[in-house]
């Protein structure tokens, strides 16, 4: 079965940058939907919505800030954030559909200090 493999996260300090990847696990036809982050005892939220049309919107907490981006022809999904803020701080998950069916990774982590 398909499954999304997230990579990129790490350690950082407030104001550095970090570029999250995103590739399915085998080659597949899949559309990308979009960026997600998790922080301990919050619920999930939206960082990145990609719609069918190709167009990107960011969760207020990240505009400015964060850039998604596809690789088509290698099938990977990005985020590149900058600027990073300590309530930055979260699991941070990618999302695709694949034949119908919503599928995510097991996400990476990001951690920012002050």
């Known amino acids: 079965q398909v499954h999304l493999v997230e990579s990129g996260g790490g350690s950082v300090q407030a104001g550095g940058s970090l570029r999250l990847s995103c590739t399915p696990s085998?080659?597949?036809?899949?559309?990308?939907t979009g960026w997600f982050r998790q922080a301990p005892g919050k619920e999930r939220e939206v960082v990145a919505s990609?719609?069918?049309?190709?167009?990107?919107r960011y969760g207020d907490s990240v505009k400015g800030r964060f850039t998604a981006s596809q690789d088509y022809a290698k099938n990977n999904l990005y985020l590149q954030m900058n600027s990073l803020k300590p309530e930055d701080t979260a699991m941070y998950y990618c999302?695709?559909?694949?034949?119908?069916?919503?599928?995510w990774g097991q996400g990476t982590q990001v951690t920012v200090s002050s």
């Open positions: 999302a695709a559909n694949y034949r119908g069916l919503d599928i």
């Open positions: 085998e080659v597949s036809r899949i559309r990308y």
């Open positions: 990609i719609y069918q049309d190709g167009t990107i």
